[in-house]
Each structure stands twice: as structure tokens, then as C-alpha cells.
T-cell receptor
Framework: EDQVTQSPEALRLQEGESSSLNCSYT??????LFWYRQDPGKGPEFLFT???AGEEKEKERLKATLTKKESFLHITAPKPEDSATYLC??????????????FGSGTRLLVRP | GAVVSQHPSWVICKSGTSVKIECRSL??????MFWYRQFPKQSLMLMAT?????????EQGVEKDKFLINHASLTLSTLTVTSAHPEDSSFYIC???????????FGQGTRLTVV
């Protein structure tokens, strides 16, 4: 069964304290792993797509990496405005043979000034 | 990035009434749209996948007669919650996939409260 597990569930950091969020997955035939940021009461905001092991992508203080079993979202010198829930999702085959995203439960990040 | 607009952003309705939520892709054609439901502090649960011009495919446990999905054009999908009850109160989010790519872009979400 396709599954996505994120850890930790919640993370508190001091401003400037770098850390990493983990997303481990099991899916038959990975066709893409996605990272999203979600602020309270809002829809997810797209951050990155990774397709193959070894791939890395960066955006400002965020860097996403991918292995065959997991992905990491590294946050370097975070700021309070980075506080949000970070969601990981993998692309899996749906019942009608199209594709759908399966989401992890998310990591709630709080960055204190 | 592509823009997906969802309306309304919040709605309060009385138990037993129906509520329609719209999802529009503003600058691209969306052959496939997805509807999700999210409970507080939980992740997104896929409810159904809709392809333009065909019937939606519902996930297991989702009542298709209660959650009516219409995807009549390449830029618009609607979700109608029929005969709403308090347990239907939730955050509903749509997303749309651009033809030829796998970027999935999300609407702002709709907070439904049934009283």
C-alpha cells in the first residue's frame, strides 16, 4: 500500500537554528515527490517537485533532497516567517489509472524570534 | 506558478441545506481536478478525482450522492455538499493539474460550517 510518513510531527526552532524535516515513503513506482507549505486556513503552496534519487532543489532557505526511500527538507537559518505546516506528497496511480497525490500528515514548524 | 481560485473562502449553512463550492483554474486548462477534505491538524484526504467531461472517481468511503462533483469545462469544477450536516463541517480544498505537467496547484480552501 502506498504510504507517506512525515517526522517530526511538530518542530520548534529558534530563529537561525537550522534543521531538517523527514518524509519517508513507500510507493509502487515513484513518479514524483512534492513538498508544500501550508499556512493556517489556506491551501497548500507548492514548493518543490523531485523525481529521482539524488535530485536536489533549493529555494531561499529551503533545500529538498531525495533518496530511494525518503526525502528531506532542510531549513537553513530559519526566520519566524518560515513558520507553517510543511506537507510531503507522492504521486501514485489512482483507481481510474490516472495519478493522484498521497499526502503525509505534515510537520508543524514554529520558528521563534 | 499556475493560479487556482476557490470560492467561497468560507460559508456557514443550516443543517439540511446544500452548498456549492467552485474551483477555477485561472491561467491554464485543467484536465484533472482533485477535491480534498482536511480536518484540524490533519493532512489532506483525497475525496475524488474529476476529469473534464466525465464522471468523478470517488475514494473509498466517500458518498458520491452526498458530494456531487461536476467538471463541465477545462477551467471549472464544482463540489456540492448536499443535505449538509454538522459532521460535514470541514476545510475543503481543490487542486488542478495542468495538461502535460504534473504540477498540482491548490485553491485557497473553503471553510464549511454547518449549524
Amino acid at each position: 500500500e502506498d504510504q507517506v510518513t512525515q517526522s517530526p510531527e511538530a518542530l520548534r526552532l529558534q530563529e537561525g537554528e537550522s534543521s531538517s524535516l523527514n518524509c519517508s515513503y513507500t510507493v509502487s513506482g515513484l513518479r514524483g515527490l512534492f513538498w508544500y507549505r501550508q499556512d493556517p486556513g489556506k491551501g497548500p503552496e507548492f514548493l518543490f517537485t523531485l523525481y529521482s534519487a539524488g535530485e536536489e532543489k533549493e529555494k531561499e532557505r529551503l533545500k529538498a533532497t531525495l533518496t530511494k526511500k525518503e526525502s528531506f527538507l532542510h531549513i537553513t537559518a530559519p526566520k519566524p516567517e518560515d513558520s507553517a505546516t510543511y506537507l510531503c506528497a507522492v504521486q501514485a496511480r489512482a483507481k481510474d489509472s490516472s495519478y493522484k497525490l498521497i499526502f503525509g500528515s505534515g510537520t508543524r514548524l514554529l520558528v521563534r524570534p | 506558478g499556475a493560479v487556482v481560485s476557490q470560492h467561497p473562502s468560507w460559508v456557514i449553512c443550516k443543517s439540511g441545506t446544500s452548498v456549492k463550492i467552485e474551483c477555477r483554474s485561472l491561467d491554464f486548462q485543467a484536465t484533472t481536478m482533485f477535491w480534498y477534505r482536511q480536518f484540524p491538524k490533519q493532512s489532506l484526504m483525497l475525496m475524488a478525482t474529476s476529469n473534464e467531461g466525465s464522471k468523478a472517481t470517488y475514494e473509498q468511503g466517500v458518498e458520491k450522492d452526498k458530494f456531487l462533483i461536476n467538471h463541465a469545462s477545462l477551467t471549472l469544477s464544482t463540489l456540492t455538499v448536499t443535505s449538509a450536516h454538522p459532521e460535514d463541517s470541514s476545510f475543503y480544498i481543490c487542486s488542478a493539474r495542468d495538461t502535460g505537467s504534473w504540477g498540482a496547484f491548490f485553491g485557497q480552501g473553503t471553510r464549511l460550517t454547518v449549524v
